[in-house]
Every structure is written in C-alpha cells, then in structure tokens.
C-alpha cells in the first residue's frame, strides 16, 4: 500500500510535478509504459527489472486515477470547488483496465464541519454571563446587628497615614478621630459621625470613638469585631 501511495515517486518518475493536469499525466503514464515494456527488452534480467517496475507504475497510477475519481483531481493537485466526493466501489474499473486500488483517503482535501448553531448559542452565553458577573456589584456587608457569624479579625493592614500619632495599642472606644487615623488610615468614607473603611466602620460620638465593626473582607485593628462595652 505505502508504494501505490508513493505519489512523489510517481511523478518523479513520469518527470512530472503534482498539480499537472490530468491529459499530461496520462501522457507520460503512457509514454513511460511504452518505454519499460518488457517486449523492448531484450534479456532476461532487464526482462524482469522492466516487468517490476512497470507493476509498480501501474499500481502507482492506478491509485492516482482512483484518487482522482473520487476527489475530482491528481494528488496534490489544488483541490476544486464545489467537487463532490465519489463513494468508492469495491468492483470498480479505472482507465486503460487497470484494477481499481483501494487508497488511502486525503483527509486535507475533505471539507470541514462548521460549528453547530448550538455551539455558538452556547459560547454566547457563557461570554454574557461572564459580562454580566464582571459588572455586578460586590454584596454589601450586612449591619452589625444582623451578623452573628464571629469575625475573623485583621491585625495588619493599611498603613498609618498620620506619623504624628504613634499608635501602638488595638482599636479602642474613647479614640480621637487622629488615633483612629494613625491606626486605620483615611477612611474611604465620612458621613454622619461614622466612618466607612470598605465594608467595616468607625463611629464617633463628639469626636470619640463610641462604636465600631471590624468585617472579614477588610478588618480593622481591632481585637473583636464590636466593641466590648
């Protein structure tokens, strides 16, 4: 099977190159059988060196007709458009009564299989739950009161952002709202006596701490979650 298929041999002993049209192969296919007959030669071994490589040709071009049947062209040949493929059959005979070959089939010519609709549906929806997740808002923290989950406190963070105020000690009622500065940084928000860094909080009565939630997404330097009082 691997000489039948051995189209480059093919043409390079017809002294031809692939995509030739098919009037020229047969051509030299023709020319070159005339050559190698064993009637032109005249002993017995060139008698037996011709007949070989004349089987092999034909079987070699055997395969070629074949090939060219059922795709429309000669191997490597540019494939045509619109070409349909032939079904082979098991019985069938090609030009110049040479027995059909089975051939291997060039996959690199066959049409390929778009993508089902479904597929694409599908795709479009993940692509717009993947939009739609990206743009929903984070959950907001529920109120102290309704949190009876303990919360992991975070001992380390941002940064002091006042140096004047050297503070060491944890989150503490009775605070100045610099202590809670040098000990939390800015707050991201001020509103109403109250504090927001994130999801957690510091409330301030007369400029004192008096209340505070420390949340697991952004704790504050706090000991506990809510002040013990």
């Known amino acids: 099977m691997a000489d039948e298929t051995d189209f480059l041999d093919l043409y390079t002993r017809l002294r031809l190159e692939p995509g030739c049209s098919l009037p020229e192969f ?7 059988v005339a050559q190698w007959h064993p009637d032109r030669r005249a002993d017995g071994h060139a008698d037996a060196l011709a007949a070989r490589r004349l089987q092999r040709l034909t079987r070699q071009y055997g395969a070629a007709m074949e090939f060219h049947r059922r795709h429309g062209r000669l191997p490597g040949g ?8 032939a079904t082979p059959e098991p019985a069938a005979a090609i030009e110049d009564g040479t027995p059909a070959t089975t051939v291997i ?15 694409w549906l599908a795709i479009g929806a993940i692509g717009v739950a993947v939009l739609a997740w990206s743009l929903m808002p984070a959950a907001s923290e529920p109120d102290a009161e309704d949190n009876t ?6 001992t380390t963070g941002v940064p002091a952002a006042n140096s004047a105020f050297a503070v060491s000690g944890p989150l503490s009622l009775g605070m100045s709202e610099d202590e809670v500065i040098a000990l939390e940084g800015e707050p991201t928000q001020r ?23 420390s949340s697991p997404l952004r704790g504050l ?5 809510r002040p013990r009082h």
């Open 221 to 225: 330097h706090s000991e506990s979650p």
């Open 26 to 32: 047969k051509q030299a296919y023709r020319r070159h």
């Open 105 to 119: 089939a060039d996959t690199e010519s066959l049409p390929r299989r778009p993508l089902g609709a479904w597929w």
């Open 149 to 154: 989950e303990a919360a992991t406190v975070r």
């Open 191 to 213: 509103a109403d006596g109250r504090w927001e860094y994130e999801p957690s909080w510091v409330r301030f009565d007369n400029h004192a701490v008096s209340d505070w939630y």
């Open 78 to 85: 540019a494939p045509l458009p619109g070409v349909a493929v």
